[in-house]
């Protein structure tokens, strides 16, 4: 048997749960109720959406690095070496406008 804290405590973390996650049309429970086969369902077919999504992100990404990487010209500036600027210490003395 669970407390009413217990309970306050598992709606707090779902909703948080939620909010984290961005599922679009998060289940919302109420704290003294199990959530039903139809509202699992519909999280499940958030999430898989939500992750489908993901996917064609990460295949459309991985498209855009390797057509950058075949690109004409790119590799001639990159091989270059970069020139390294030093910071000079100064003498000590300031000269002073007169």
Do not use: F, W
């Given at each position: 048997?669970?407390?009413?804290?217990?309970?306050?405590?598992?709606?707090?973390?779902?909703?948080?749960?939620?909010?984290?996650?961005?599922?679009?049309?998060?289940?919302?429970v109420a704290?003294?109720?199990?959530?039903?086969?139809?509202?699992?369902?519909?999280?499940?077919?958030?999430?898989?959406?939500?992750?489908?999504?993901?996917?064609?992100?990460?295949?459309?990404?991985?498209?855009?690095?390797?057509?950058?990487?075949?690109?004409?010209?790119?590799?001639?500036?990159?091989?270059?070496?970069?020139?390294?600027?030093?910071?000079?210490?100064?003498?000590g003395?300031?000269?002073?406008?007169?």
């Amino acid at each position: 048997m669970s407390s009413p804290l217990d309970n306050r405590i598992r709606s707090i973390a779902r909703e948080e749960a939620t909010t984290l996650l961005g599922v679009p049309g998060g289940v919302q429970v109420a704290a003294s109720s199990a959530p039903t086969a139809e509202q699992m369902q519909q999280q499940i077919t958030d999430l898989y959406e939500h992750l489908h999504l993901a996917a064609t992100n990460i295949t459309r990404l991985e498209e855009r690095v390797e057509a950058l990487e075949k690109a004409p010209g790119q590799t001639d500036q990159e091989e270059r070496p970069v020139a390294r600027r030093t910071a000079r210490k100064s003498g000590g003395t300031t000269p002073t406008p007169e």
